[in-house]
């Protein structure tokens, strides 16, 4: 393989691999404190429609627009979150179940392909797209020029949320409140922290970034909208964060790596090398499963493990 | 040992009462700590120093009666409350997290220096080293929890509280889970805490550790101070004799067993131990070589204080818990190890203390519960399936004695404790078993029920069951059993007859003081 080509995977790669990685970004703060949300396909779903609508249906300057098409997005798939929240926190139900529920009721087939219908989006263009931004004019640099300095603005703004997650989660007060919320929150609340607040919080702003997860398949990667668009993303975002050891350096190295190799899959078929497509297309899930084993080992768990309250209602009393 | 600093009341209850529906578990209790002292609380599980020490930190409001501190009446609603006043409490059950370290677990909900948003993780550290140092805690800051032993854990819980500011210390049986070392570990930090002007409420049940640690000592029992006692520079001319008869002292005696009708061919094989050795769930040891025989028809009681490996002796005799080492007869037939279909098999009958939790499955009918043994006999099944007719019909056999309320089809979950122990008896009596098992009988029943699950017990042993009975009511063990076996830190350390018994004997054997040959 020549440079050129290498050079192309990897921005491909990034640039397919950043709304996993948002999406993830905000999985990994709603587990962390202990609530696992399996409706991440349902908000990204949510958050690609109600963007693409918003992109399609105001009118303004083509930034200003997307801005709001992007917010948008972000707080349609935090009102679903805020179901999810509701049913785990409040009233305790199983959190898997609630999280699968929001995704059949929110997916493909619910509430996003409802919207999409009622507001007749299918099959129209949008008339706003985000197009690659030409950062300090480096575009051009050799290697990096089209690695890092040509890519459309929400790659950019992912690297400043996976950093400002690492921030928040390690070096203020909020940040290790929430480990231990997620962790055990029995020592929370006994040292004052409001488990209730927290899990709230962190859930609520996990869907808001699997919405702007979900927003880059409308208004960056196509600039249309069909049902499914995000076509089991929000899958790969649960696995990534199990596979990054819930850190946000690892979500975007993992998102990354799947971006690559989806690129490398389509280039290496359009070469017309014989590889079955499943074969790329699996690839997450066997290593999520590989990553599991290590985790789940006594060697593993102690360090990488889930947060340990990952999963369980929490009920002051134990009751 | 006692300190010259000042020695002013820092914190006191005065006449207080606590009642429950039914139970009064603190009757006019008084009780005050000086500043600077080590004050022992010593007491049998149930003589109240739980309730009095959620009263001193808010957890519980007397019924009656006050609480000062420095010499103010203060009223608490939680906890928190009481932390303003300076009062903390150490549980037995830490309140840790195990993956963060030892410094993020001391700064949870709180900040050194105000800042809001910030975590100076370095800051912390130094501060926790500080006071580490300062009070001969060892623990380094910097360390994730779980990289810590049990000892080093418990000085991260110490330091959370003295890093808030606490003045009074509780420390609720603190030794329980901490090796011989561990312990003594612990004594000298006490010991420095006291020198720095905290008091430290010490509970325990283990008159060597107060005799070590303490200035005073107070004792209830039944929710009754019984007294408090000086100990002097000379701790060991204390009479230990006194403390015991203040912690187990006899009251009036009723409802003996009748023991005539129990036939002298004691020579049936009942229940024979050998050697046992089992270990708890943390894998150390909590049974320690212990050999007994129950002769058919006895029922041997075991006394002592909880937490000495009764538990575990109960579910490795029953088969539930896999042996370490030594040997199970039931009826002269060995039972291999954590096997309770062999057990049962061999005429294993077990009630746990554990009643809902591995007695009793509470998801299901009462019928089905009855027949979770039995199941598997044609009696009961065929093939694959259940014959809900038979099992239906076998718990109205069993249970037409019992009283219950409630018929067959009644969830067991909505049982109460009572009548479930009711249930869990009459499946297990319904067997006709070579040895019964049973730990903690009566525990949370009522008055009725108790006289019922007595007169049981008494009758499995008339009709040539070997019985042994775990309890920590030693009142209870006297009536009910012919023989007492005392159980301390996983060891029995003396047999007696209940017959003519002498209560000092058995409070000092309570304490770990091996019977003399």
């Known amino acids: ?319 | 040992m006692p300190n010259e600093p000042d020695r002013r009341v820092a914190l006191a209850a005065y006449a207080v009462t606590k009642r429950f529906p039914g139970v009064v578990a603190n009757d006019n209790v008084d009780f005050e700590v000086l500043g600077g002292e080590v004050h022992a609380l010593l007491g049998e599980n149930g003589s109240g120093k739980t309730t009095l020490c959620k009263m001193l930190t808010g957890m519980y409001q007397p019924t009656a009666g006050r609480i000062e501190v420095d010499g103010k009446s203060v009223v608490m609603h939680s906890p928190a409350d009481a932390h303003h006043n300076g009062i903390f409490m150490v549980h037995q059950h830490f309140s840790l997290v195990e993956r963060l370290t030892v410094a993020e677990n001391v700064m949870l909900g709180w900040s050194l220096d105000g800042s809001r948003i910030r975590f100076k993780r370095r800051k912390a550290e130094q501060e926790v080293a500080r006071l580490a140092e300062q009070y001969e805690m060892p623990v380094d800051a910097g360390k994730m929890i779980g990289d810590l032993s049990i000892g080093e854990r418990q000085r991260v819980e110490i330091l959370k509280a003295l890093c808030r500011g606490a003045r009074v210390l509780i420390l609720d049986e603190p030794t329980t889970v901490l090796t011989p070392q561990e312990a003594e570990r612990l004594f000298a930090s006490v010991r420095g805490l006291a020198k720095a002007g905290n008091s430290v409420i010490f509970i325990s049940h283990k008159l060597h550790e107060v005799l070590a640690v303490s200035d005073r000592v107070s004792v209830l029992r039944r929710g009754v101070m019984t007294g408090t006692v000086e100990l002097g520079d000379h701790a060991a001319a204390v009479d230990r004799k006194e403390l015991a008869r203040m912690m187990v002292g006899r009251e009036i005696e009723l409802g003996r067993r009748q023991r005539a009708a129990r036939a002298q061919e004691a020579a049936t094989a009942g229940l024979e131990i050998k050697e046992l050795v089992v270990h708890n769930d943390l894998g150390t040891l909590a049974v320690d070589r212990i050999n007994l025989n129950v002769a058919a028809g006895e029922v041997l009681g075991v006394a002592g204080v909880a937490g000495n490996g009764q538990r575990e002796f109960a579910e490795a005799i029953a088969g539930v818990r896999p042996r370490s080492g030594g040997e199970v007869f039931v009826g002269g037939t060995p039972v291999r190890s954590g096997r309770p279909l062999a057990a049962l098999a061999a005429g294993m009958a077990f009630v746990p203390e554990d009643r809902m939790g591995i007695g009793l499955a509470s998801g299901i009918d009462v019928a089905e519960n009855l027949v979770l043994k039995s199941f598997r006999t044609g009696a009961f099944s065929r093939g694959p399936l259940i014959r809900r007719g038979r099992v239906v019909d076998n718990a109205n056999t069993l249970l037409s004695g019992y009283e219950l309320r409630g018929g067959p089809s009644s969830l067991v979950g909505q049982l109460s404790g009572g009548n479930a122990q009711k249930v869990l008896l009459a499946r297990e009596m319904a067997s006709q078993p070579k040895v019964l098992v049973i730990a903690a009988p009566t525990r949370g029943l009522d008055v009725g029920v108790t006289e019922t699950v007595r007169k049981l017990i008494a009758e499995a042993a008339d009709s040539g069951t070997a019985v042994v009975m775990i309890s920590e009511d030693l009142d209870e063990v006297l009536d009910l059993a012919d023989r007492v076996a005392v159980m301390s830190g996983g060891r029995i350390t003396g047999i007696v007859d209940a017959e003519g018994a002498d209560v000092e004997e058995i409070g000092l054997l309570m304490m770990g003081q091996e019977q003399a040959a």
């Not at chain 1, 390690?170 to 231990?180: P, V």
């Not at chain 1, 389509?266 to 066997?286: C, H």
């Open chain 1, 1 to 319: 393989m020549n440079r050129g080509l290498v050079i192309q995977l990897i921005a491909t790669g990034i640039f397919y691999g950043t709304p996993m990685a948002i999406a993830a970004l905000g999985e990994l703060l709603a587990e962390r404190s202990g609530v696992l949300n399996l409706g991440v396909e349902g908000m990204m779903l949510m958050g690609a429609v109600v963007a693409f609508w918003v992109s399609r249906d105001v009118s303004g300057p083509n930034g200003l627009v997307l801005i709001i098409a992007v917010l948008a997005g972000a707080a349609a798939a935090a009102a679903v979150s805020l179901i999810h929240a509701f049913m785990t926190i409040t009233l305790r139900a199983n959190q898997v179940v609630s999280g699968l529920a929001l995704t059949i009721f929110a997916g493909a087939t619910g509430l996003s392909s409802y919207v999409g219908d009622l507001a007749n989006l299918g099959g129209n263009p949008g008339r706003h797209i985000m197009n690659a931004i030409n950062v300090f004019g480096l575009k051009d640099v050799p290697i990096l020029g089209p690695i890092i300095f040509n890519q459309p603005a929400l790659v950019y703004i992912s690297w400043v949320i996976a950093f400002a997650i690492y921030w928040y989660v390690n070096k203020t007060r909020q940040g290790l409140h929430l480990r231990a919320v997620g962790e055990n929150p029995e020592a929370a609340d006994a040292m004052g922290v409001s488990v209730t607040r927290y899990r709230y919080a962190h859930v609520l702003i996990g869907g808001a970034l699997a919405g702007v997860g979900g927003s880059f398949y409308t208004l960056v990667i196509s600039s249309e909208w069909t049902d499914g668009i995000t076509s089991g993303a929000g899958w790969i975002a649960l696995a990534l964060v199990i596979l990054a050891f819930w850190r946000p350096a690892g979500v975007i190295a993992g998102a990354y790596l799947f971006g690559v190799v989806s690129a490398l899959g389509a280039n290496l078929s359009a070469r017309g090398v014989q590889l079955p497509p499943e074969v790329f297309s699996a690839l997450p899930y066997v290593l999520t499963i590989a990553v599991l084993a290590i985790v789940s080992s006594g060697w593993g768990r102690g360090r990488f493990g889930a947060p340990a309250a990952l999963g369980v209602p929490y009920a002051r009393d134990g009751g």
